[in-house]
């Protein structure tokens, strides 16, 4: 590692191993109130630089980390979560708030989410990362945790409590609620009316049950391939809160595909004629996304029943 060394630097950080870093008073005071502090008005010059010194217990990568953090460069990658733990624990030691935001986007960013979600989690739970929580909160309800080694449960960032995966996973069960309630209030606005449909009109008109003067329009007789896709969708739904993808052409095959509900122009119907719908309700989907809001962190074992290992808030590895 390179010690960073300003010119036209007016103070040292020395590291607890010794290492020596040359940088600007004035802009490590302006990203840390507690380091501006611990600096007594009148600091002697004690290195070969003429600048004076401060120590700081901190070992020489985290700081090196910081410092890269502070300056306008561009920010360091964490080569591993742990490192992360490191300097986040220097930053809130430090209280340099916009550091902590820098770290969040580089997490946020990162690798980690995908490689090392649960990992990742505990650290953002620790830390109280909420943005990088919001990022990492997929991968972390979709790990298996049964086939998971005990290192990854509870390792140097932390241990995994039983609250953490059953909070998460409630929190995923609401969300496909919601994308459940907009999946049945989703509206089709389609003009054109198929042959299923004509036949349900006319058959309506035969027995009575439809006024002949009544105009129906496609909502009072939607096409059944259309009724059929809602029921399966809302069922994957149901059945798979987390990795479900209701958008995925062989749903819609399969609703063309069953015998009771075939229609002469489903397929054309939910393939072409209805892409827009398709298109809005996809938007709508996504956009609820996987935020983990305030009310989660205080809410136990919603939905769940509470484990009576953790009555006394002890962690346990699952």
Not at 82 to 110: H, K, P, T, W
Request: net charge neutral; hydrophobic share 35%.
């Amino acid at each position: 590692m390179i010690c960073i060394r300003m010119p036209d630097s007016d103070l040292t950080i020395r590291s607890i191993d010794g290492q020596d870093f040359e940088i600007h008073r004035s802009i490590i005071c302006f990203a840390s109130a507690v380091i501006e502090g611990m600096l007594p008005r009148n600091l002697r010059s004690t290195t070969l630089f003429g600048n004076p010194i401060i120590q700081l217990p901190e070992r020489g990568h985290v700081i090196n980390t910081l410092i890269q953090f502070i300056y306008p460069t561009i920010p360091p990658k964490f080569t591993s979560l742990f490192n992360a733990a490191e300097v986040l624990e220097a930053v809130d030691c430090y209280e340099m708030y916009g550091v902590r935001a820098a770290i969040q986007d580089s997490l946020r960013l990162s690798q980690f989410p995908t490689t090392e979600p649960i990992a990742l989690y505990i650290l953002a739970r620790n830390y109280r990362l909420d943005l990088v929580m919001s990022r990492v909160m997929k991968d972390f309800v979709s790990a298996d945790f049964q086939r998971l080694p005990d290192n990854v449960l509870s390792s140097d960032i932390g241990r995994l409590r039983s609250d953490d995966y059953l909070r998460a996973l409630s929190y995923a069960r609401d969300r496909a609620r919601k994308c459940l309630k907009i999946l049945r209030d989703s509206k089709l606005h389609y003009k054109h009316i198929c042959r299923c449909q004509t036949r349900a009109i006319e058959f309506d008109k035969s027995t009575g049950i439809l006024h002949p003067k009544f105009q129906p329009t496609i909502q009072d007789y939607p096409c059944y391939a259309f009724l059929r896709f809602k029921t399966l969708a809302a069922e994957q739904l149901q059945r798979e809160p987390i990795d479900f993808d209701i958008f995925k052409p062989s749903l819609r095959l399969s609703a063309c595909e069953e015998e009771h509900y075939r229609c002469p122009d489903g397929l054309q119907n939910l393939m072409r004629n209805y892409s827009q719908y398709f298109t809005d309700l996809q938007r709508a989907v996504e956009a609820v996304g996987w935020e983990y809001p305030e009310g989660y962190k205080s809410q136990l074992y919603i939905n769940l029943i509470k484990s009576p290992m953790d009555d006394d808030g002890e962690d346990f590895g699952l």
